[in-house]
């Protein structure tokens, strides 16, 4: 199993920017699709975006398409989502989240198997 921790979450002013790290350890997540969370208070958890092991296909929610981007880098074992212009709304705790091994990153809200404690994004209006 793949052992993930977040962080980069904060307290930031409507229009701002961060950029969200979520590290692996333990057995090889180079293989594993990967996927980014949030769940708001109240609010079911939600996909936001995921990514192929490789990189090479992504996914972005519509609520956040233009403003977020996800992107790996197996070398170091991580996986980023960074996050720009946020509105309030965007206020949630995010989570990421390991895949099973070689499970496709389509459909991309099943099928994971390590999921991180996560890290709470705070956006002030």
């Known amino acids: 199993q793949v052992q993930l921790v977040e962080s980069g979450g904060g307290l930031v002013q409507a229009g701002g920017s961060l950029r969200l790290s979520c590290a692996a350890s333990?057995?090889?997540?180079?293989?594993?699709?990967m996927g980014w969370f949030r769940q708001a208070p109240g609010k079911e958890r939600e996909i936001v975006a995921a990514?192929?092991?490789?990189?090479?296909?992504?996914y972005i929610a519509d609520s956040v398409k233009g403003r977020f981007t996800i992107s790996r880098d197996n070398a170091k074992d991580t996986v980023y989502l960074q996050m720009n212009s946020l509105k309030p709304e965007d206020t949630a705790v995010y989570y990421c989240?390991?895949?099973?091994?070689?499970?496709?990153?389509?459909?991309?809200?099943?099928?994971?198997?390590?999921w991180g404690h996560g890290t709470q994004v705070t956006v002030s209006s």
């Open positions: 989240a390991a895949k099973v091994a070689r499970a496709p990153v389509f459909p991309v809200s099943t099928s994971y198997g390590s």
């Open positions: 990514i192929s092991w490789n990189g090479g296909t992504t």
């Open positions: 333990g057995r090889t997540f180079r293989n594993n699709a």
